[in-house]
């Protein structure tokens, strides 16, 4: 796959799409700014509309342009969801009781910029510097072998990153072979945004649809399921060829999930979102879950007000199956979880805060503040 994260690079391929300069200058001072590294497919860059790049939903995701960023609200940060805290090592994160979450990667083949885990994932920027060292991730999979040994009641597993599609599909393999030698596992999850990056590096050719495949129907007889967790945030996201790409997967049993991320002027408004929806459901793809922006710092201009998201969810419902309408959740600052954005408990509107009690331990109260 091609990919560009050079600037000289991208100026020459910003020159062949007739962008002025306003708008590259615009595009390179941003780059300058981000948390997340600059990388993107050359599939991606070339599903930009490049006519009316201001507008456009997969520009805005990997090419924000400087003046789109806003001062960050004073309680933004780092790892918001304070995930290194949950951490048994860097690679396990154990938040919930019976399922972990296995970080087998901090590389994806595009960077976005409004990535929850800009404290890991992706190299160092000038504004933020990655210190983090994964260790080997073959002894990283033993690790996590004997820790769900000693952990009967952990049913559910999802191995994410980073992209899970960066990974040798070896590794994959053997991770897959691990899980599926567990009694206790229940559910394993794949998770990755290559659907969006360049779907053709998971098309039926691929060594990552072998290998899905293959564990799909060995973990189904053993009454496992495998399921993959997709990431399209906008419509634009999915050509002919992704659809018929999932479907692939579908024909051959695999489910697959979709997680969404609402961003502001991006995908928080109706036609957008059912948009999204239609095509998801089009392509066998289930819309899963479509997350509260998390007051991640660096990413002010990503957020919605809680009160607007409600609304957009409420504009959801009757034109969809019900298991096709997804759930509008908040993963809590502070490690408090993941809750339906309609459960808090209180709103004090002069401080835009909402309070949600903490789905982990019941007493705790976790605060989430709207943008400014
Ligand atoms: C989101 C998440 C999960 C999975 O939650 P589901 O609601 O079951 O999809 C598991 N572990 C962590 C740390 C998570 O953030
Ligand atoms: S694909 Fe996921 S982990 Fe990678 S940069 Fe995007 S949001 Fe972050």
Redesign the pocket.
């Known amino acids: 796959m091609e990919y560009l994260s050079n600037i000289d690079d991208l100026k020459k391929h910003l020159g062949t799409k007739k962008v002025d300069n306003e708008i590259k200058n615009e595009i390179i001072n941003g780059i300058n700014i981000n948390s997340m590294a600059f990388k993107i497919s050359k599939y991606l860059f070339d599903l930009i509309d490049w006519k009316h790049p201001a507008h456009d939903p997969i520009r805005k995701q990997f090419l924000p342009f400087k003046k789109e960023y806003i001062q960050d609200h004073d309680k933004s940060c780092y790892d918001s ?1 304070s ?1 290194t805290e ?1 951490k048994k090592n860097y690679r396990i ?1 154990h ?2 009781p019976n ?3 296995f970080l087998a990667t901090k590389v994806c083949k595009s960077y976005c910029a409004f990535c929850t885990r800009s404290y890991l994932v992706g190299p160092s920027t000038n504004v933020k510097i990655k210190s983090i060292k994964l260790s080997s991730i073959l002894d990283e999979i033993s690790n996590l072998k004997d820790y769900l040994k000693a952990h009967k009641n952990i049913t ?1 597993v ?1 191995i994410s990153g980073g992209d899970v599609n960066t990974i040798k599909t070896s590794i994959l393999d053997n991770i897959l072979t691990t899980l599926g030698g567990l009694s206790s596992i229940k559910v394993v999850r794949i998770a990755t945004r290559g659907f969006t990056f360049d779907p053709f590096e998971l098309d039926e050719n691929s060594e990552f649809y072998r290998v899905i495949t293959k564990h799909s129907f060995s973990l189904r007889r053993k009454n496992i399921e495998l399921s993959i967790q997709t990431h399209f945030n906008h419509s634009n996201e999915i050509t002919l060829n992704t659809r018929r790409i999932l479907r692939s997967y579908y024909q051959r049993n695999v489910i697959v999930r979709n997680q969404t991320v609402l961003l502001k002027n991006i995908n928080d408004d109706k036609d957008s979102m059912i948009n999204l929806i239609e095509k998801l459901i089009d392509s066998n793809v289930i819309p899963y ?1 479509v997350y509260q922006m998390d007051m991640v710092k660096n990413t002010e201009h990503f957020r919605t007000k809680i009160r607007d998201s409600i609304n957009l969810e409420k504009d959801l419902y009757g034109f969809f199956s019900g298991f096709y309408t997804p759930k509008f959740v908040i ?1 809590l600052p502070d490690g408090g979880g ?1 809750r339906i954005l309609t459960q808090y408990e209180k709103y004090i509107p002069n401080h835009g805060c909402y309070e949600y009690y903490s789905c982990i331990d019941k007493d705790k109260i976790c605060r989430y503040y709207d943008p400014l």
């Open positions: 969801l995930e949950n994160i938040r919930y399922k972990v979450l559910d999802i879950y993963d993941k």
